[in-house]
């Protein structure tokens, strides 16, 4: 499941719309994550955003917001009651280093739990890079939505939540780029830098692998 979103005020455009790797953010990420998953699902703003979206990915499963203004726990309400697998990966569209190899790690973390979260020092939690149990989670934000909560962390009061340092990601992603998103300009131009250091040396940095591994919205039986 990938947020799409966002309205981007701090970078001044539409995170989903973005252009990066010679191509939107949006498409960018449907690619890499359909690395892992059988299923993409494409959560939009509203009816708008997703008639902008769909061209752009069409072999994913759209849909929108169906309440407004309660941002990522709406978004992830909706997603996850579109889910057929039993595990979802979530994840914002604003992630250009995505790395495959750490979303199948935290499949596999996620076992015998609701949620599977990576957590940085201090205490940081990334709930938009994260694996779910789809039902579960779908219920829990509900939840939230309808007491009136709308932080990130609310609907996971009472889930069994594994806390995953990221310092266990380093052996597949030596620096942690998979976590770093854009929220300035200033995070856009880093990106760019990185980009420039990796496209004259290693390259992208990624390895491909066959599609069909998990779903994105996954509830088969593992």
Do not use: W
Request: aromatic share 4%; proline share 6%.
């Amino acid at each position: 499941m990938i947020l799409a979103g966002g309205a981007g005020r701090r970078i001044g455009s539409e995170k989903a719309f973005l252009e990066f790797f010679g191509s939107s953010m949006i498409e960018r990420t449907v690619e890499i994550v359909a690395e892992v998953v059988d299923e993409v699902v494409v959560v939009a703003r509203d009816e708008k955003q997703l008639s902008r979206l769909e061209p752009l990915v069409p072999g994913a499963r759209l849909t929108f917001d169906q309440i407004h203004g309660f941002g990522p726990v709406a978004g992830l309400a909706t997603g996850m009651a579109e889910a057929e697998g039993e595990r979802a990966l979530a994840v914002a569209c604003d992630l250009p280093f995505l790395n495959p190899d750490v979303l199948e790690l935290l499949f596999d973390l996620a076992e015998e739990y609701d949620a599977a979260i990576p957590v940085k020092e201090g205490g940081l939690i990334e709930p938009l890079h994260a694996v779910y149990r789809a039902d579960t989670m779908a219920r829990a934000c509900e939840d939230a939505l309808a007491r009136g909560m709308s932080r990130i962390r609310d609907p996971l009061v009472g889930l069994s939540v594994r806390s995953v340092n990221v310092e266990l990601f380093r052996p597949l992603d030596p620096e942690l780029l998979s976590l770093f998103n854009l929220n300035t300009e200033e995070d856009l131009a880093e990106a760019g830098r990185i980009l420039g250091i990796r496209s004259s040396g290693e390259g992208r940095g990624r390895r491909c692998r066959p599609p069909g591994r998990r779903s994105v919205s996954p509830r088969e039986s593992r």
